[in-house]
C-alpha cells in the first residue's frame, strides 16, 4: 500500500504526496518511506531554508510574502510550518497558512504540522518530509518553527541556510551577546523596521555580530507593512554560498555506505555484529547522532579490519594451518 | 491512542464575519482535533487546495454572507474534480432552513445554524469515519 502511494507520488499525484506527508507526520511506516526516498545521487536537490523567531515577529507573513518572489523566479516551493500542539488536549490550532496568502497556483504547496511542546520548535520526522517534498520535485523548501526562543537551534540541522527574524523592542544589547540560535543564523532579518526603535536594534545586533569577525551575517532590514525589503532578502538567500551539507543528505551518503559495504559486514565477527546492530538501532532511534554514528562504524570496521590481519598473519605463520588461499 | 482528525475552516466569499467560526475553531483545537484555520476571504478554489494539501478529514465552512447557494455548489463541485470525495463537508452560519435540504442533497454532511452547541458539532465530528488509504 505505502508502495503504490509513493510510486503516485513520484509520478506528480499531488493529493498522494499530501497523504505521505500524513503518514510521515504520524510517524506511520517511517522504516519503508525512508528506504523508498533514497534518492539517485543525479536527483536535483532543493534548497532548504528555515525561519526561525519568537511567536508574533511575523515568519508566516514573511513566507508569505516571499513565496511570490519564489514563483516570480520560476520556482516551485513548498512550505512546511510548524505551530504548537496542545500538551493537554493534544489539539492544535494551525493558524500559519492563512497570513501566507491564499493560492491555487500549483507551484506553491503549504502543509501546516503540529509540533509537540519540547521538540525544538519542530514536527516529526521533518527530514524525511523535506525528502518526500524534494522528491515530488519542489525547488526550494521553506521551514517554519514553532515562535522559537534562544535555544531553539535544532532547525539549522535541516536546512542549508537559516534566516532568524528579530524585531524591535525585543530587548536590550547584551540579548544579542548570547549564545544560541544568533550564532547560528546565516541571515537575519530586522522584521516591523518600520517601528521607530528599528535603527537601535539594528544597530546593536550588527555591533553584537561585527565582534565575532569570523564569519559575516548579513542583516537586513525588511517592512511588511511599508512592503519594503523583500526582494532584497530573497536576493540574499539566494546568493548565500554553496549549500551546507544538511545532516538528512548525510543520512543518505551513510545509508548508501552502508548499503555498500554490507558484503564486508557479514564477514563481521558475531561481537562486532552486535555491536553494529546497536549502533544502526541508536542511530534510526535517533539518539546518536549520524556523525558518531559514522565516527564508531568507522572504528569498528578499522578493529575489524586488524582483528581479520591478525588471524591472517598468525595463520600465516603457524606451521601446518596455512590455508591453500594464503599460500604463495 | 488514535490520529488526531485534521479540520480546515474556511470563510469563503467576501464576508468578513469571523468570531463564529474562531469560536469553533477553539473548540475543536481543545477536543483534540489539528484545526488548519484559513481565514477570511477565501476563492473556492484556494479553499480546495488547502484541503489537498493539508490532508483534511473535514472541510467546515462558515456563511453568513446569504452567497451559499452559489459558493457551496462550487468548493463540492471542485472537491471533486480534486479526488477529494472522502472529506467531510459541513457548513455553519445563517442558511435558510428551505436551503438545508438542497445542500445536503449536493453532498454537504451536515448543516450547523445559530444557536448550535459546540458539543453538538463535535459529537457530529467525533462520530467514527472511514478514512480511505
Not at chain 1, 549549500?243 to 551518503?253: N, V, Y
Not at chain 1, 545509508?255 to 541508536?282: G, P, T, V
Amino acid at each position: 500500500m505505502i508502495g503504490d502511494l509513493f510510486a503516485r507520488m513520484r509520478h506528480g499525484d499531488r493529493n498522494a504526496l499530501s497523504r505521505l506527508l500524513s503518514h510521515i507526520a504520524r510517524g506511520e511506516f517511517v522504516d519503508d518511506i525512508r528506504s523508498l526516498l533514497i534518492p539517485s545521487p543525479q536527483a536535483p536537490s532543493a534548497r532548504v531554508i528555515a525561519f526561525t523567531g519568537s511567536g508574533g515577529v511575523g515568519k508566516s507573513t514573511l513566507i508569505g510574502r516571499l513565496i511570490p518572489l519564489v514563483r516570480a523566479a520560476n520556482r516551485k516551493i513548498a512550505v512546511l510550518a510548524c505551530d504548537p500542539q496542545s500538551p493537554l488536549s493534544g489539539g492544535a490550532l494551525l493558524g500559519d497558512r492563512f497570513r501566507m496568502g491564499s493560492t491555487s497556483d500549483d507551484g506553491v504547496f503549504i502543509r501546516s504540522l503540529a509540533a509537540l511542546s519540547g521538540s525544538s520548535g519542530l514536527a516529526k520526522h521533518l527530514d524525511l518530509m523535506i525528502d518526500a517534498l524534494e522528491a515530488f520535485g519542489f525547488d526550494v523548501i521553506f521551514l517554519e518553527t514553532v515562535g522559537a526562543g534562544q535555544g531553539d537551534v535544532a532547525v539549522g540541522h535541516h536546512a542549508d541556510a537559516l534566516v532568524l527574524l528579530l524585531q524591535p523592542e525585543s530587548g536590550d544589547d547584551v540579548q544579542w551577546e548570547k549564545a544560541g540560535v544568533l550564532e547560528c543564523a546565516d541571515v537575519i532579518v530586522i522584521h516591523k523596521a518600520d517601528l521607530p526603535t528599528a535603527d537601535q536594534t539594528m544597530a546593536q545586533v550588527r555591533a553584537a555580530i561585527d565582534l565575532s569577525p569570523s564569519h559575516h551575517i548579513p542583516i537586513l532590514r525588511v517592512s511588511t507593512k511599508l512592503n519594503q525589503g523583500h526582494a532584497e532578502l530573497w536576493q540574499a538567500l539566494e546568493s548565500l554560498p554553496a549549500r551546507r551539507l544538511r545532516p538528512s543528505i548525510a543520512r543518505r551518503l551513510f545509508q548508501h555506505l552502508i548499503e555498500s559495504q554490507e558484503c564486508h559486514l557479514r564477514e563481521l565477527e558475531a561481537e562486532a555484529n552486535a555491536e553494529l546492530n546497536k549502533l544502526l538501532a541508536d542511530w534510526q532511534a535517533g539518539t546518536l547522532s549520524t556523525v558518531d554514528a559514522a565516527r564508531r562504524l568507522s572504528a569498528l570496521f578499522s578493529r575489524s579490519l586488524l582483528a581479520s590481519a591478525d588471524v591472517a598473519l598468525r595463520d600465516g605463520l603457524a606451521p601446518g594451518s596455512r590455508s591453500p588461499k594464503a599460500s604463495g | 491512542m488514535s490520529q488526531p482528525q485534521r479540520v480546515v475552516l474556511a470563510k469563503v466569499g467576501l464576508d468578513g464575519h469571523d468570531r463564529g467560526i474562531k469560536v469553533v475553531a477553539r473548540a475543536l483545537r481543545d477536543a483534540g482535533m489539528h484545526v488548519i484555520y484559513a481565514g477570511l476571504w477565501q476563492t473556492p478554489e484556494a479553499v480546495v487546495r488547502t484541503v489537498a494539501d493539508e490532508d483534511a478529514d473535514w472541510l467546515g465552512l462558515s456563511l453568513l454572507s446569504g452567497a451559499h447557494m452559489t459558493l457551496v455548489p462550487r468548493v463540492l463541485e471542485l472537491m471533486k474534480e480534486a479526488h477529494l470525495q472522502h472529506v467531510g463537508v459541513i457548513v455553519g452560519g445563517i442558511i435558510p432552513e428551505a436551503d438545508v435540504p438542497k445542500l445536503l442533497e449536493m453532498g454537504v454532511a451536515k448543516t450547523f445554524g445559530p444557536g448550535t452547541s459546540l458539543d453538538e458539532i463535535l459529537a457530529f465530528l467525533q462520530k467514527p469515519r472511514e478514512r480511505t488509504p
